[in-house]
Structure formats: structure tokens, C-alpha cells
């Protein structure tokens, strides 16, 4: 079983929808939880930190359930520009040892 | 502008002959970096944990004699590939954690090495 799974979609959507996307992760030793954004061809970059009381960065809200080990990234009023893979992540073992999901592609259509 | 910067982006080479890709640290010093592999529509997959002035840490099922890592300094770590297969073509990235305290990590641009 992989460590951090997510659904690879893709999610195809139109502008201005909201879109849920899910994650779960095995290691319940993990401790810090990421979504990361990468666009094709492009290194990744942190969209934002997942806690369990809920993290809100303006249309993204991300959200932790350390019961269910499950990792959430919600994502409102969708803009052609949030087009790209979202990855999760968990921090595993050693310090800043980051761990992977496969990514769900989203695509959003006018 | 990028913090973490990779060289080179681009690399084409034959099957058997070595790559060297440079993961440089440009405003901040990092103990400790990561290199990560990315098949296509695949996850990142970590490599390897390159510590300065000690042996980089290999995860299971990767090759040390093949993946050659040396952080010889606060802000560079190099990966050689050696030998090189068609089957390593992939996407190659860094990382690094700034030596500032505050665990921020940095990743490079990666470099895409393609084995004919």
C-alpha cells in the first residue's frame, strides 16, 4: 500500500465551480501535512500547510482528520488558472522527509 | 526569484555515459538536501537525504552505486547518474531546508534527463 493516496482524477470542471479533493495517508507517525501544487513539467510548490483545526487561505481550504488519516483540499469559486496537479503530503521519519501522493490533475474549462 | 536553483534544466545523453546534475542553495546554507525522481504521471518519489560533509542517506530500492550524491559544501549537492539506461529517464528534483531554523523547504526547477 502506498504511503499517500490520493485520487489521480482528473476533475474536470467549469469556472467558478468548487472542487473536494481527498487524500489518506498509512504512517499514522506522520506529523505535518502539505498540498502541493505542480504545474506540468514544473517542480512543485506548497500551496498550503494542513492542520487539524482547518487551514483557509483565501478559495482553499484544507483540513486534517487524524482519526480517519485523511487529508482534504477544497478548492471554491474555480479559476482556469488552478489548473494543475495537486499533491499531498505527509512528512514521514526523519525531519522535512516529505512523501508523496501521485497527484489528482484538475482541469478547469470556461 | 528561485532560492533553489538546478543545473542543468536539460539533458540529453547516451545510454552508458555519466550526468551530473548541481543543486545549489542560492541565498541560504542547507545541511541537508533531498533528491527526488518523477516518472510521468507519477509521484514524486524520494531518492535520497544528501547531508553536508557526511553520506547521503539512500531510500530502499534505490541504487548508491548508481546514484551517486556528494554535498561537498553548504549550498551545493550533486547527483551523478552513472551508466546511464533509458529506463532513468525521468525528472530529477532537489530540495533543500534552510539552515535558518525555520524547516522551510526549498525545491530546485528539476532537471529532465533523457537517455537514448
Known amino acids: 500500500r502506498k504511503e499517500v493516496e490520493q485520487d489521480p482524477g482528473p476533475f474536470n470542471v467549469p469556472e467558478g465551480a468548487t472542487v473536494a479533493f481527498n487524500c489518506t495517508y498509512s504512517n499514522s507517525a506522520s506529523q505535518s501535512f502539505f498540498w502541493y501544487r505542480q504545474d506540468c513539467r514544473k517542480e512543485p510548490k506548497l500551496l498550503m500547510s494542513v492542520y487539524s483545526s482547518g487551514n483557509e487561505d483565501g478559495r482553499f481550504t484544507a483540513q486534517l482528520n487524524r482519526a480517519s488519516q485523511y487529508i482534504s483540499l477544497l478548492i471554491r469559486d474555480s479559476k482556469l488558472s488552478d489548473s494543475a496537479t495537486y499533491l499531498c503530503?505527509?512528512?514521514?521519519?526523519?525531519?522535512?522527509?516529505?512523501?508523496f501522493g501521485a497527484g489528482t490533475r484538475l482541469a478547469v474549462h470556461p | 526569484g528561485a532560492v533553489v536553483s538546478q543545473h542543468p534544466s536539460w539533458v540529453i545523453c547516451k545510454s552508458g555515459t555519466s550526468v551530473k546534475i548541481e543543486c545549489r542553495s542560492l541565498?541560504?546554507?542547507?545541511?541537508?538536501m533531498f533528491w527526488y525522481r518523477q516518472f510521468p504521471k507519477q509521484s514524486l518519489m524520494l531518492m535520497a537525504t544528501?547531508?553536508?560533509?557526511?553520506?547521503?542517506?539512500?531510500e530502499q530500492g534505490v541504487e548508491k552505486d548508481k546514484f551517486l550524491i556528494n554535498h561537498a559544501s553548504l549550498t551545493l549537492s550533486t547527483l551523478t547518474v552513472t551508466s546511464a539506461h533509458p529506463e532513468d529517464s525521468s525528472f530529477y528534483i532537489c530540495?533543500?531546508?534552510?539552515?535558518?531554523?525555520?524547516?522551510?523547504?526549498?525545491f530546485g526547477e528539476g532537471s529532465r534527463l533523457t537517455v537514448l
Open positions: 541565498d541560504f546554507q542547507a545541511t541537508t
Open positions: 544528501s547531508n553536508e560533509g557526511s553520506k547521503a542517506t539512500y
Open positions: 530540495s533543500a531546508v534552510s539552515n535558518r531554523g525555520t524547516g522551510e523547504l526549498f
Open positions: 503530503v505527509a512528512v514521514s521519519g526523519g525531519y522535512n522527509k516529505l512523501i
